[in-house]
């Protein structure tokens, strides 16, 4: 959800070394740049916020299986988003898409 709010710039690196107790794994620092004008605004931030959610609850797991309780295979091929993908595959505006599908289908029913 960051990244809906935010331009991250990537720094630079940091080991482990730099922690007490070193971790197994390097850590990045990260500058936040707040968005003036939103690059992919969401009908609703919070339906988008639960689709993200849902989305990286099981993210072994496809999109298809992830959000089955939101939408159906053919809402989210309708999306333009590919059902067989992990959510980590998605950019921020197929996230956008298919809050937006959501959104529209929560209004339809």
Do not use: W
Not at 21 to 28: F, Q, T
Not at 59 to 67: E, Y
């Amino acid at each position: 959800m960051v990244q809906y709010h935010c331009r991250v710039e990537h720094l630079f690196n940091v080991g482990p070394g730099a922690f007490n107790p070193p971790p197994k794994v390097d850590s990045a620092i990260v500058r936040l740049v707040p968005y003036e004008t939103l690059p992919h605004p969401a009908k609703d931030h919070r339906v988008l916020e639960r689709v993200v959610r849902e989305a990286f609850n099981q993210r072994r797991k496809t999109l298809r299986n992830t959000l089955k309780l939101l939408l159906t295979s053919d809402e989210i091929t309708a999306s333009g988003v590919d059902g067989s993908l992990r959510p980590e595959q998605l950019d921020l505006a197929a996230f956008v898409r298919l809050a937006d599908t959501l959104s529209e289908k929560v209004v339809t029913e």
